[in-house]
């Protein structure tokens, strides 16, 4: 039976000295201000909780199951629209005779 671990602040921290990590050097190497792993702590940076589950090497989802709704990037889309676009208009043909006349 596998069992994911549940990670909470105190958990987190936990690991965070286990690895010799801090909650600022993180965030400096992923290239955020100093308190952005702080906040993500909290639920106010995901950002923040993202940077703090790539060091730790977790996934996302399960560091953070419900601090965060998901995004468009969490089920590995890059777009939030999929469909081609196409013109509003149908005909531009329309817009030149309205222009002349």
Request: aromatic residues 4%; charged residues 30%.
């Amino acid at each position: 039976m596998t069992t994911t671990k549940k990670w909470d602040r105190r958990t987190i921290k936990e690991e965070l000295l286990r690895q010799n990590k801090t909650l600022t050097g993180i965030a400096r190497d992923a290239g955020l201000y100093d308190s952005a792993c702080r906040a993500g702590m909290i639920g106010a940076s995901r950002p923040g909780a993202e940077a703090i589950a790539k060091a730790l090497g977790v996934p996302f989802r399960e560091m953070f199951p419900d601090s965060y709704t998901l995004g468009r990037h969490d089920d590995g889309e890059t777009s939030s629209n999929n469909k081609q676009r196409s013109s509003q208009k149908r005909d531009a043909a329309a817009d030149r005779v309205r222009g002349a006349a």
